[in-house]
Each structure stands twice: as C-alpha cells, then as structure tokens.
C-alpha cells in the first residue's frame, strides 16, 4: 500500500530536478489533486510557476494542455467548436484543449469574461457543452492557472465566481539565495535542461483518493471548520459607525474545501486523523480568495491574509 509520504516523495523528488526550491507550493498543488480540486497561482514573472505545473503534469503521467490566455482568445479556442464536413453536410464536434486531464490556463487574466468563464461548467461539473451536447471531460481533471499580480495592462479581473471553483489561491514568492545560487549552477547552460519522467499515472491517484477519505476528521473538529467560515461572513456584516473590512465572506464552497483539502494533507502527512492545527495552516489558501477587500481595507493596506489570520487567533480552538 502506498503512503502518504511515500507517495509525495516520488513526485517531489521528480518535479525538483526542474523545479528548485516551492516547497510548500509543491505540497499544496499535491494536496489539490488528492482532493480533486482546481487551483489558482498567483506570482510575479520568472517564478517557475508555469514549469511548475508543467512538471507536475510530466511527473504524474497524466496527458497535459497548455492555453495561453490573450485579450483574442475565443471560449471554442479552449473548449472546441462544431465543424462542418462538407462531405457529408454534417456537423461534428471537435474537441478542444480542455479535453486533458491537466489543464494550465497561462495568465489566465489575460483573456476576457467570456472566455474565463468557458472555465465554468468544467471546473465545477466537469463537463462541456458543444452543439448543444454535454460530453464528459477525462479522469482526472484540473485547471491550474496562473496570474501576474502587478500588471493591469490587458486584463481582466476573474469574476467571484470563477475564483470560487479553485479550491487554492496559491502565492508563489521569489527563492531564497541558496536556491537562486543553484538555479545558476545547475541551469547555467542550456545543454543541461532536466528530462522529466512519469512517477505515477492518473489510475494510481484516484485510487489514493479512497485512502484520503478514510482519514478521521472529527464532529469537532468540522465545527471548528464552519466556525472559521462563518467568522468570515460576520466579518462583512454591516457595522453601525464602525469599519468594515470584507465585503462578503467566504462560500460554503470554502467550507467543503477546507473539509477535503485538511484530510488530504492529513494523508500526505502520514496521518489518520485532521487536527485544528491542520485547518489553521491550509486555511489561508482556501480563504484567500473566496472573501472580498473593502475600499476601507485596501486603504489601510489591510490583506485578505491579515483578516484571515485574526479571524484565526479569534476562533476558540477545540481542545480533546
């Protein structure tokens, strides 16, 4: 049998001879794919966060898609089109790239609402519609996007909706010294570009999806996760004569993510059960994007993750 650790070790060690450094990141993008779940990355250029996915996608030996999202792009580029044959004056379906079971949508702020929202009904029921016909997408299936957070030339905020279909909003941050000296030592030349290979297949991960789901995650311990939730949204109740700092709180969407992504990384961990110190770690990435910032907030230079953290220290922490 496969552990969790046993497991992330194979993929780590496979997507590090590409990728130096991301740790954290790299654990989480595991812990979406055992929850089965879609996820956003959010980072300045040169971050490796589109080689990231990439190698992801070469590690687990899955069939991989790249869109690269621009202001031209039309929603039958990413999800197909019907095409006539004149041979026989019928028409066809022709499928398109998010027929994979690893979808990266490159810059996917770069593309306008119509095509960011060609995302929808795959993300969430994973299927499309063409001509009028549904057709089912492969097993397994996930989006994994990124976006430049400091360019505002030619894009397009994503729409609450859409940002609430990933289960993680993931910031990656620049390497630390050490590991910006190694990126130099071993990629200093160009004939020393890493060969991937495939350490699992998709069989084996939906396989270990049964495994996650026998991690124990206690009624209290679900209280907690409501609790955390739930402070989100008094957060944006409104406030006579005070401030408010969110706009709207988090979906129940953000309470079904904290509730799987906590028992996968329980898993990967080496565990069978999910403690709260658990949902307190992985809570920030599934709440990130799923609460809105006031104009009140943004003044004071006030984060998503600022309120996240308060909300954090100020729910009671169920003891044994």
Do not use: C
Not at 2 to 18: C, F, H, M, N, V
Not at 73 to 89: A, C, H, I, N
Not at 266 to 273: E, M, N, T, V
């Amino acid at each position: 049998m496969i552990t969790g650790p046993t497991w992330s070790q194979k993929l780590r060690d496979e997507i590090g001879k590409a990728v130096i450094g991301q740790d954290a990141v790299v654990e989480r993008l595991l812990v979406a794919l055992l929850a089965n779940g879609h996820v956003l990355l959010e980072g300045m250029p040169g971050l490796a966060k589109t080689l990231l996915i990439k190698s992801l996608g070469t590690a687990l030996g899955i069939q991989f898609e790249r869109v690269q999202f621009t202001p031209d792009l039309l929603p039958s580029d990413v999800v197909g089109t019907m095409v006539f044959s004149p041979k026989d004056g019928a028409f066809t379906a022709h499928r398109g790239p998010i027929f994979a079971n690893l979808v990266l949508a490159d810059e996917i702020n770069r593309a306008p609402a119509k095509v960011q929202s060609a995302l929808l009904e795959a993300m969430q029921e994973r299927q499309v519609t063409i001509g009028g016909q549904t057709h089912l997408l492969p097993k397994p299936f996930f989006v994994m996007a990124t976006q430049n957070p400091v360019e505002q030339e030619g894009t397009y905020p994503l729409p609450e909706a859409q940002t609430d279909r990933f289960l993680f909003k993931l910031i990656v941050d620049y390497p630390t010294l050490d590991e910006e000296s190694i990126m130099m030592q071993r990629w200093g030349q160009v004939t020393r570009q890493p060969a991937l290979h495939a350490v699992a297949n998709g069989e084996e991960l939906l396989e270990l999806r049964g495994e996650v789901d026998k991690v124990h995650l206690s009624p209290t311990v679900q209280s907690y996760i409501l609790a955390l939730v739930r402070s989100t949204r008094e957060l944006a109740a409104p406030v006579a004569g005070g401030k408010r700092y969110l706009s709207f709180g988090a979906s129940p969407r953000a309470s079904l993510a904290l509730y799987q992504a906590a028992r996968a990384l329980a898993w990967l961990r080496g565990l069978d059960y999910v403690s709260p110190g658990l949902v307190q770690e992985i809570a920030p990435d599934v709440l990130r994007h799923r609460v809105g910032l006031t104009y009140e907030a943004e003044a004071e230079e006030i984060t998503a993750d600022d309120l996240i953290a308060e909300v954090i220290r100020k729910t009671p922490v169920p003891r044994a």
